[in-house]
């Protein structure tokens, strides 16, 4: 079994203790000759004994570490305290192609053992050499260098090291180095590798971003998908989820009055600025057909209800902009309900489309449909409205009870009014109460009861289409039923 290699840390304390052991041998010289200078009745032959004794332990000292140096597998290498060179190691030598050189000064050190900027044919800067910035005794550590020999080049790391004297002064700059050849080759192998698949990835990122344009990233991720390569002919799952449908009123008659080029400019600058009403309250548009809008929100219901009361000010602000620009202002309305829903893929072989099946969708077209019946930009069903965290949070009344087509079933529909112009909606707000028992009134066939109740709504709030709908009903059961 190989023994680890040593870490340059351990070779560096290794050649300080060595060295630190020589210097203490040379002190242990010294005092034996002042000892042998001061005893006089020491015969010759004593001191000479004593002087070969110490002289012989700092050559065992200097041979031990000289071996020691030689025999480690990094290169070693130390310079003076002037920037000469004063050693280096065998595997020093390897790496150099060279041993210790004689220099004029620090200065042609780079460029005497060849030691370029890796990478690069120019003379790697003497002054940052570990070894140098050693000699002003600093701790340096590089390993962007590289060995140019005869036949190869040699990427090295180095590790330069100040050796202090007594008096605090940098008396050699020791620097231990090794070839990291096969480690820089197998990073740069590493990095082509990482470059092949981040490019591999933004490309399926651009694909998906640009698929997401057509199929919502938000339907993929439901079907439990990030990428829309892997979605397949008849995936689906079922969800429970609140629809949105958004229309514009009367937008065939408009697009009747602008040319193609008119109608797809207007239309883009409405969706366009629809968009972040929905996806700043968590949801997403599953398809737009033609003017109109179709939005799902997966969370919870009170998302629906803010991306429409979000679409409505939007709205408002369009308008003006309309105006003062001299085109027409425009209304939308918006219907959601809310339950259980199928999301999937629908197509053949050459054309495949996301969609989403179920009678909570139905719903939620024919709620958008009646908000035309009764003049108001906003329906939501009971069923969205029993999803609500906190119904009170926003501005509704119940507007009827009616049996849409497809439903064998009454639903019923309320409005949120908060996008109402304020004094509007102060003026539905302070009439609420009375409105309310209008309408227990009416559902109980007190027609006569019901209709002054309205009346009085109309007088506070004469711009009220509900209220006057339902005050001409009254009017109208009243005379059916004396009529029988």
């Given at each position: 079994m190989l023994e680890e290699e040593p870490s340059r840390e351990h070779l560096l304390l290794e050649i300080e203790r060595l060295r630190q052991q020589v210097e203490d041998l040379k002190e242990e010289k010294a005092d034996l000759e002042i000892l042998l200078e001061t005893t006089a009745e020491h015969s010759d032959t004593i001191e000479t004994e004593l002087r070969y004794r110490a002289l012989e332990a700092v050559r065992e000292g200097e041979i031990k570490l000289a071996k020691f140096l030689e025999a480690i597998p990094i290169g070693v290498a130390v310079l003076d305290a002037r920037g000469r060179p004063y050693y280096v190691?065998?595997?020093?030598?390897?790496?150099?192609?060279?041993?210790?050189?004689?220099?004029?000064?620090?200065?042609?050190?780079?460029?005497?053992?060849?030691?370029?900027i890796a990478g690069t044919d120019t003379i790697y800067p003497y002054e940052n050499l570990p070894i140098v910035r050693a000699l002003r005794g600093e701790s340096a550590k590089s390993d962007d260098l590289e060995i140019h020999q005869p036949d190869k080049k040699v990427s090295v790391e180095i590790l330069g090291t100040p050796i202090f004297?007594?008096?605090?002064?940098?008396?050699?700059?020791?620097?231990?180095f090794q070839d990291i050849t096969e480690r820089k080759q197998s990073e740069a192998e590493r990095h082509l590798k990482l470059n092949k698949s981040l490019e591999s990835l933004a490309a399926e990122l651009d694909l998906t971003d640009a698929y997401g344009r057509f199929v919502p990233h938000q339907f993929l991720h439901l079907l439990g998908y990030e990428s829309i390569i892997d979605v397949n002919l008849g995936d689906q799952v079922q969800q429970e989820m609140s629809v949105m449908f958004a229309d514009i009123r009367d937008f065939t008659a408009l697009s009747e009055t602008l040319?193609?080029?008119?109608?797809?400019?207007?239309?883009?600058?409405?969706?366009?600025?629809?968009e972040p009403a929905i996806t700043s309250n968590n949801g997403f548009i599953d398809k737009y057909i033609g003017d109109a809008i179709m939005a799902l929100f997966s969370d919870c219901a009170d998302d629906a209800v803010k991306a429409g009361i979000a679409m409505l000010?939007?709205?408002?602000?369009?308008?003006?902009?309309?105006q003062k620009v001299g085109y027409i202002p425009i209304q939308i309305g918006i219907g959601i309900n809310s339950g259980s829903l199928m999301l999937g893929t629908?197509?053949?072989?050459?054309?495949?489309?996301?969609t989403v099946i179920s009678d909570a969708v139905n719903l939620a077209s024919r709620i958008e449909g009646l908000t035309k019946d009764y003049g108001v930009p906003l329906l939501i069903s009971q069923q969205t409205l029993q999803r609500l965290r906190n119904p009170a949070d926003y501005a509704i009344?119940?507007?009827?009870?009616?049996?849409?087509?497809?439903?064998?079933?009454?639903?019923?529909?309320?409005?949120?009014?908060d996008a109402d112009p304020p004094e509007i909606r102060s003026a539905k707000l302070a009439n609420l109460p009375v409105y309310t028992e209008a309408m227990l009134l009416c559902d109980r066939k007190e027609f006569r009861e019901a209709g002054k109740l309205f009346e009085e709504c109309l007088r506070k709030n004469p711009s009220d289409p509900v209220a006057r709908i339902y005050l001409k009903r009254c009017r109208d059961w009243r005379s059916l039923l004396k009529g029988i």
């Amino acid at each position: 079994m190989l023994e680890e290699e040593p870490s340059r840390e351990h070779l560096l304390l290794e050649i300080e203790r060595l060295r630190q052991q020589v210097e203490d041998l040379k002190e242990e010289k010294a005092d034996l000759e002042i000892l042998l200078e001061t005893t006089a009745e020491h015969s010759d032959t004593i001191e000479t004994e004593l002087r070969y004794r110490a002289l012989e332990a700092v050559r065992e000292g200097e041979i031990k570490l000289a071996k020691f140096l030689e025999a480690i597998p990094i290169g070693v290498a130390v310079l003076d305290a002037r920037g000469r060179p004063y050693y280096v190691n065998h595997a020093g030598k390897q790496l150099f192609g060279k041993g210790v050189l004689p220099l004029n000064a620090v200065e042609d050190l780079s460029e005497s053992y060849q030691i370029y900027i890796a990478g690069t044919d120019t003379i790697y800067p003497y002054e940052n050499l570990p070894i140098v910035r050693a000699l002003r005794g600093e701790s340096a550590k590089s390993d962007d260098l590289e060995i140019h020999q005869p036949d190869k080049k040699v990427s090295v790391e180095i590790l330069g090291t100040p050796i202090f004297d007594e008096g605090g002064k940098v008396a050699f700059a020791i620097a231990v180095f090794q070839d990291i050849t096969e480690r820089k080759q197998s990073e740069a192998e590493r990095h082509l590798k990482l470059n092949k698949s981040l490019e591999s990835l933004a490309a399926e990122l651009d694909l998906t971003d640009a698929y997401g344009r057509f199929v919502p990233h938000q339907f993929l991720h439901l079907l439990g998908y990030e990428s829309i390569i892997d979605v397949n002919l008849g995936d689906q799952v079922q969800q429970e989820m609140s629809v949105m449908f958004a229309d514009i009123r009367d937008f065939t008659a408009l697009s009747e009055t602008l040319t193609p080029e008119e109608n797809f400019k207007f239309i883009n600058a409405y969706l366009s600025r629809m968009e972040p009403a929905i996806t700043s309250n968590n949801g997403f548009i599953d398809k737009y057909i033609g003017d109109a809008i179709m939005a799902l929100f997966s969370d919870c219901a009170d998302d629906a209800v803010k991306a429409g009361i979000a679409m409505l000010n939007t709205l408002t602000n369009y308008n003006e902009h309309r105006q003062k620009v001299g085109y027409i202002p425009i209304q939308i309305g918006i219907g959601i309900n809310s339950g259980s829903l199928m999301l999937g893929t629908v197509g053949g072989k050459s054309r495949m489309d996301s969609t989403v099946i179920s009678d909570a969708v139905n719903l939620a077209s024919r709620i958008e449909g009646l908000t035309k019946d009764y003049g108001v930009p906003l329906l939501i069903s009971q069923q969205t409205l029993q999803r609500l965290r906190n119904p009170a949070d926003y501005a509704i009344r119940i507007v009827d009870k009616v049996q849409v087509k497809g439903k064998s079933q009454y639903v019923v529909v309320y409005e949120v009014f908060d996008a109402d112009p304020p004094e509007i909606r102060s003026a539905k707000l302070a009439n609420l109460p009375v409105y309310t028992e209008a309408m227990l009134l009416c559902d109980r066939k007190e027609f006569r009861e019901a209709g002054k109740l309205f009346e009085e709504c109309l007088r506070k709030n004469p711009s009220d289409p509900v209220a006057r709908i339902y005050l001409k009903r009254c009017r109208d059961w009243r005379s059916l039923l004396k009529g029988i």
